[in-house]
T-cell receptor, first 115, second 114 residues
Framework: NAGVMQNPRHLVRRRGQEARLRCSPM?????VYWYRQLPEEGLKFMVY????????ESGMPKERFSAEFPKEGPSILRIQQVVRGDSAAYFC?????????????FGPGTRLTVL | AQKVTQAQTEISVVEKEDVTLDCVYE???????LFWYKQPPSGELVFLIR??????QNEISGRYSWNFQKSTSSFNFTITASQVVDSAVYFC???????????FGTGTRLQVFP
């Protein structure tokens, strides 16, 4: 049973370009979460999605960031017009449901470097 | 407001020593969930344990044990007979019952020397 998959593992972008990060949840999991980890810090929640729905985006920056989890295919975290401050590790997690089945399992992360 | 504190920034031990990692979660919620994750040097996050606030029974699993005391809001994690492979950053990450987001502590870096 494959775990949470994220690609790419490393992404380098120049200022002003767009970054697209992909996350495929574990098989049977319908809940996806995105977190950001700045260097030497803990993870910060960004957004929680279910298929075709954004449930909680309280941690998303107001501009340039968007997320989706379409009916088919992986979840996408999109960062437009990247700036150096966007350099971080972005982790995706998935869970099978809520309540007692809501343990979040994390992918390996995508390390974004903005030059 | 909720607050997670991992006061130990870094701990160094020699192999086979026992080590306890501290976590304090301050909240007004009576129901919440507590998670520990491990982040080895390779960077991925590994789930270790989940506990519910209404279950104060402590638990032992192999070399790992957990001590949860709701009265002091502490959820501590002990590794017995540490090994070099235990070297990692350990994160305490609670979640309130009425939200889906984990609140991560700042982490404790554990270094186990041979």
């Amino acid at each position: 049973n494959a775990g949470v998959m994220q690609n790419p593992r490393h992404l380098v972008r120049r200022r002003g370009q767009e970054a697209r990060l992909r996350c495929s949840p574990m098989k049977g999991h319908s809940h996806v979460y995105w977190y950001r980890q700045l260097p030497e810090e803990g993870l910060k929640f960004m957004v929680y999605l279910q298929k075709e729905n954004i449930i909680d985006e309280s941690g998303m920056p107001k501009e340039r960031f968007s997320a989706e989890f379409p009916k088919e295919g992986p979840s996408i975290l999109r960062i437009q017009q990247v700036v150096r401050g966007d350099s971080a590790a972005y982790f995706c997690a998935s869970s099978p449901g809520t309540g007692d089945t809501d343990t979040q399992y994390f992918g390996p992360g995508t390390r974004l470097t903005v030059l | 407001a909720q607050k997670v504190t991992q006061a130990q920034t870094e701990i160094s031990v020699v192999e086979k020593e026992d080590v306890t990692l501290d976590c304090v979660y301050e909240t007004r919620d009576t129901t919440y969930y507590l998670f520990w994750y491990k982040q080895p040097p390779s960077g991925e996050l590994v789930f270790l344990i989940r506990r519910n606030s209404f279950d104060e029974q402590n638990e032992i699993s192999g070399r790992y044990s957990w001590n949860f005391q709701k009265s002091t809001s502490s959820f501590n994690f002990t590794i017995t007979a540490s090994q070099v492979v235990d070297s990692a950053v350990y994160f305490c990450a609670p979640r309130s019952y009425n939200t889906d987001k984990l609140i991560f502590g700042t982490g404790t870096r554990l270094q186990v020397f041979p």
